[in-house]
C-alpha cells in the first residue's frame, strides 16, 4: 500500500501504532494483525463503508487467528482473512531475510546499504532492477551477486527508503578548480 493510504487508515482510527521513541525520533510500530488488516485493506476492504471497515479491523485485531469475518453479521460478503495473513507471513519472511544481507557501516561507502561481504551498494541494484536489466547482465558485471540478491533488492529499497540530504559533502570546504572571469564587454544584455 502506498504510504499516504497507511496514514489515512490511522487517521481513521481503522489501526492504531504503538508509538516508540528513539532519541528525539518517534516510530510507529504495527502489530502483525495490524499488518494484516492493511493487506486486506490493500485487496479491496477499503472499498466497504468504514463501519463495515471498523467492524473488520476490530474483528482482526481482537482474533488474530480467525479465518473469514461475516461483515454486517451477513453472509452476503465475507472476508477471506486467511490468505491475506500468510501474504504478510510471507513477506515478513522476505524482509527479514533481506535484512540478513545487508550491512550498514560508515567505513564501507560510506555508510550506505551494501550486500554483506561487498561493495555494492543494495540502491544500486534496484535501480537496475527497476530500469529492466536482465538479471544476466547485472550477474555478469556483478559476479559476487545472486538471483536471490536481485529479486530481494527493490524489497529492501521500498521498504528502508533512503530520507533526507547526503550524509557527507566532500566538495563543500575545498576550493574551487577554476574560476572564470569574463570581461564586462563580452556579457550579453538581455
Given amino acids: 500500500m502506498p504510504l499516504k493510504a497507511v496514514r489515512k487508515a490511522m487517521d ?34 477499503r472499498l466497504l463503508p468504514m463501519a463495515s471497515r471498523r467492524e473488520v479491523a476490530r474483528a482482526v485485531e481482537s482474533r488474530p487467528n ?18 491475506a495473513r500468510k501474504d504478510v507471513e510471507r513477506e ?10 545487508v550491512v550498514s557501516d560508515p567505513e564501507i561507502m560510506s555508510g550506505a546499504p551494501v550486500f554483506r561481504g561487498t561493495r555494492i551498494p543494495v540502491d544500486l541494484v534496484a535501480a537496475m532492477v527497476a530500469q529492466a536489466a536482465t538479471m544476466e547482465e547485472i550477474l555478469d558485471g ?17 521498504a528502508f527508503p533512503q530520507r533526507g540530504r547526503p550524509p557527507r559533502r566532500p566538495w563543500a570546504k575545498q576550493e574551487p578548480v577554476r574560476v572564470a572571469r569574463y570581461p564586462r564587454s563580452a556579457r550579453t544584455e538581455c
Fill in 12 to 45: 481513521a482510527g481503522l489501526i492504531k501504532p504503538r508509538m516508540l521513541r528513539q532519541g528525539k525520533l518517534v516510530h510507529r510500530m504495527l502489530s502483525h494483525a495490524q499488518l494484516v488488516y492493511l493487506r486486506l485493506e490493500a485487496e479491496g476492504v
Fill in 66 to 83: 480467525v479465518d473469514t469475518i461475516a461483515v454486517s453479521g451477513g453472509t452476503a460478503i465475507l472476508v477471506r482473512v486467511k490468505d
Fill in 92 to 101: 515478513l519472511k522476505r524482509l527479514r531475510k533481506v535484512e540478513q544481507m
Fill in 142 to 158: 556483478y559476479p559476487s551477486l545472486t538471483r536471490e540478491h536481485l529479486e530481494l533488492a527493490p524489497l529492501y529499497v521500498a
